[in-house]
């Protein structure tokens, strides 16, 4: 076995076996690991719960209690939650997460409530002792099996449509929506409904199940031996856009493709807000989600910057988290006082970001955005619009297509061979704190 498959497989049974292993019970928490993991168009969010702060979004922004996320005409969003599950807003849709916890038990709370739109509900692990609660047109639908709900709601209508699985519609008696059968009501009279065979086909339902294959691919990685199949979802897409390599003295770490000798990992990212927790560094790389919330980042001499996944998944990072450091280096400047609570703050020129944000006009007010999202304002989340000229580390080493069917090398840890030697590393260094998972 190579060095970097030897190094991968443990860096999976390390991750794996802290991600699933039995776990204290606690007390119930607002504090989950659920993120934004796909824009494509335009997101919004309002952070602060306050129906004063809608935003526009970036990739891999975290969304606890009380966030909205609305998406304007032409937008398309995803959100990931822990196990892999995800929900996804079409078009004009808009949901709130009125509630993400954490129970004694354990098990994940979590209920959403569907304002309108069309929003795809994709829960495929769901244990005995998670709670799914979908609230819409006066009706509360619940997912206690794995399952897959389609919710259309319009000003007068809701149509819930279970694509796979089944769902319950809470009352007394309790109701049971089987597998391709849809669930309709008025608005205007909640409690009279149907349910009848067979589901509607929108077209909206392709780019949820080619959105699903994005996302295999992108975990797979046509990595033969399967060893990447192991991966929970919050790092399920690193092999696709980078290596991952054992290095003396440091274990297993990993780092982007294409990244030059100078690239800094916080060169290029926002500062975001989030009320009780005080502010958070953001990388909207497409692969800024779990080397920014987990671990730390080191610079090696011989390498630049690496990865180092550490060992505790139950908690995560709020500020850039680092060992070691090159001579000189400065961590990211927290925003001052006085800065707008709802306001995103960027940090050099980072990729998948909305133009607006770049121009310091991101912030939107007390209600989104519903004009439809304009051509020069569209962002994709996985891979760079069409006709523009991705950063570095921001598309896959090779295209979806190929990932099907080449194989990635196993050269040096930079593309293009090894790297000039830079000055050597100062002592550990770390910036930002973790929080309860």
């Known amino acids: 076995m190579s060095q970097r498959r030897y190094g991968l497989l443990i860096v999976v049974l390390s991750i794996t076996c802290s991600l699933f292993s039995s776990l204290p019970a606690v007390a119930e928490s607002n504090v989950r690991i659920v993120h934004l993991s796909y824009i494509d168009g335009d997101a919004q969010v309002d952070l602060t719960n306050q129906d004063a702060g809608f935003t526009h979004a970036v990739l891999n922004m975290p969304l606890m209690s009380g ?5 304007p005409k032409g937008g398309r969003a995803e959100v990931q939650f822990e196990n892999g599950s995800t929900v996804r807003l079409v078009d004009d849709a808009q949901i709130q997460f009125e509630k993400l916890a954490l129970a004694d ?6 209920v959403i409530n569907v304002d309108h739109g069309v929003v795809y509900f994709n829960f495929d692990k769901v244990n005995s002792n998670d709670q799914v609660t979908i609230k819409a047109g006066g009706k509360i639908f619940r997912i206690t099996k794995s399952g897959r709900l389609r919710v259309d709601a319009a ?9 796979r699985g089944e769902a319950t519609l809470a009352g007394e008696p309790a109701v049971d929506i ?3 059968e849809t669930l309709s009501l008025a608005v205007a009279t909640p409690g009279e409904y149907k349910v009848a065979t067979g589901t509607d086909r929108l077209d909206a339902d392709r780019w949820n199940k080619d959105r699903d294959n994005e996302v295999a691919v992108l975990s797979n990685r046509n990595d033969s031996d399967g060893y990447l199949s192991a991966y929970n979802s919050q790092f399920s897409s690193l092999g696709a856009y980078g290596n991952f390599y054992n290095v003396a003295g440091y274990g297993n770490v990993w780092q982007p493709f294409g990244m030059g000798a100078g690239w800094d990992p916080f060169s290029n990212g926002l500062w975001g807000f989030y009320p009780g927790m005080g502010n958070m ?13 987990y671990g730390q980042w080191n610079y090696l001499s011989t390498y630049g910057w690496v990865w180092a996944p550490g060992s505790t998944f139950t908690s995560y990072n709020v500020g850039p988290r680092v060992g070691a ?12 006082a006085g800065i707008k609570s709802t306001q995103l703050l960027v940090v050099g020129n980072p990729p998948n970001v909305h133009p607006a944000i770049l121009a310091g006009r991101g912030l939107i007010g007390a209600h989104p955005d519903t004009r439809a999202v304009a051509s020069e304002s569209h962002v994709r989340g996985s891979v760079a619009a069409p006709g523009t000229r991705p950063q570095p580390g921001t598309l896959p080493r090779k295209t979806l297509a190929s ?4 194989q990635h090398s196993s050269s040096p840890m930079r593309a293009g061979g090894a790297l000039p030697v830079h000055s050597a590393p100062t002592a550990s260094s770390s910036s930002g704190s973790g929080h309860p998972k």
């Not at 450091?325 to 001052?336: D, Y």
């Open 67 to 71: 966030m909205w996320v609305y998406t």
């Open 105 to 110: 038990s354990g098990g994940k709370i979590n």
């Open 155 to 163: 000003e007068k209508t809701v149509n819930v449509a279970v694509l």
């Open 178 to 180: 089987k597998s391709h």
């Open 281 to 293: 560094f953001i990388s909207s790389y497409p692969w800024g989600w779990a080397p920014y919330r």
């Open 325 to 336: 450091v090159p001579a000189g280096w400065r961590a990211p400047v927290q925003p001052v």
């Open 403 to 406: 990932l099907h069917t080449e």
